[in-house]
């Protein structure tokens, strides 16, 4: 088993655990070895935390497991995006996204990893957190004047906030001077057009080649 595979299983492990400390060292054992720490985040981080998700889904584990891995897998994220961020730093800003979870939903992991994504690509991301009432949305383009906003939703019910989000923007008077995407693991594209966003994107990867078509930038 090489280096990397077995930093990798180790940090798997203690997001499973729910192992914070543990996390945080192997993490920062990733950074100094150099390894991707992209790589990273998604073969140990996200993959403990579907692990144990799919294992809370088969009432084998409690939903208090799955929130301390996900906190777990959140310390690893924040030593990682450091790492991403700075191994994709761009001279100065290809343009502005706010993004959140919608109002009533509390999943954050996906957000944050395509918010990480989005900044390592050169964009300045400002991230609302969860839970993110429409109106909260209407002040953010107000405010922050971005060029586009990003909807993440976890829950089928939760969804339905992403087209009253939209509305909101358009009541405001604001729905020409933003792109707006979603994403989050029940939404579709047909959902996307349904409710009127410019785009949607399936995973994280799929969000950085998505924001950069809106921008008109290759590659
Ligand atoms: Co919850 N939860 N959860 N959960 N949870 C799901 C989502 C669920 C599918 C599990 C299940 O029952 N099968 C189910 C939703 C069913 C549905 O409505 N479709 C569910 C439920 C029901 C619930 C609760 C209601 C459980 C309860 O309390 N009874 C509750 C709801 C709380 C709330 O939101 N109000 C709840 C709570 C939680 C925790 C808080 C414990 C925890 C979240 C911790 C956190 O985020 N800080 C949690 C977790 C971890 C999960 C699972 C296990 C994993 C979700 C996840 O993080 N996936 C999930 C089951 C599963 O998916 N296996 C489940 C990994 C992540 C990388 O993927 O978020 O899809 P994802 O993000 C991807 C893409 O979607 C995309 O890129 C990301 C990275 O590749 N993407 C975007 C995401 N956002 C995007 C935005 C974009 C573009 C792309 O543009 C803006």
Known sequence: MSVKEELFKRLKEAVVNGDPEEVSKIAKKVVEVGIDPLEAVEKALVAGVLELGDKWVKGEVFIADVVAAADAMKVGLSILKNEIVKRGRSVKYLGRIVIGTVEGDIHDIGKSIVATLWEASGFEVIDLGVD???????????????????????????????????????????????KIVIGGAPTTEEWA??????GWAPDAFSAVQLIKRLFGIEG
Do not use: N
């Open 132 to 178: 993110v009432p429409p109106q909260k949305f209407v002040e953010a383009v107000k405010q922050y004047k971005p060029d586009v906003v990003g909807m993440s939703a976890l829950l089928t019910t939760s969804m339905l906030k992403q087209r009253e989000t939209i509305e909101a923007i358009k009541q405001a008077g604001l729905r020409d001077k933003v």
């Open 193 to 198: 057009k349904e409710i009127g966003a410019d």
